[in-house]
């Protein structure tokens, strides 16, 4: 059931964002990880105007950067999520993709055995 609900999650990931291609969750992937490494900035940036607060005697402004902070956090776990199902993906499609490689190699050399056989039945 676990499997099937993993499933479910990245196809519904895939399908709400328009994705339809290896190439479409490449670059998917990588503005992910472009918003994650903004938001990283925004979050540390927030953390040091909360510390700069704290030293001018500014406690309510501290606590709001801080808040704010968190906020970014919040957003960065979704991003990381979103990170994680676009690697799953692909790392899925390799794998498929492996195998449907080998099937083609194995039909190949099953169609090849099956000639080889009926030549020889003609030879005899």
């Keep these: 059931i676990a499997k099937i ?14 994705l339809k291609s290896y190439e479409d969750v490449i670059s998917y992937k990588a503005y992910l990880q472009e ?21 001018l005697g500014n406690p309510g402004y501290a606590y709001i950067f801080r808040l704010s902070a968190k906020e970014k956090n919040e957003m960065m776990r979704d991003l990381r999520k979103e990170i994680r199902l676009c690697n799953d993906i692909l790392s899925e499609y390799m794998e498929i993709r492996e195998k449907c490689l080998e099937l083609r190699i194995l039909i190949v050399f099953e169609h090849e055995e099956q000639i080889r056989g009926l030549q020889r039945k003609r030879v005899r």
Excluded: H, T
């Excluded at 609900?5 to 328009?18: C, I, L």
């Design 5 to 18: 609900e993993r499933f479910e999650e990245k196809q519904s990931f895939v399908s709400n964002r328009g």
């Design 35 to 55: 918003e994650l490494s903004s938001l990283r900035k925004q979050k540390r940036d927030l953390y040091i105007r909360a510390s700069k607060e704290e030293k």
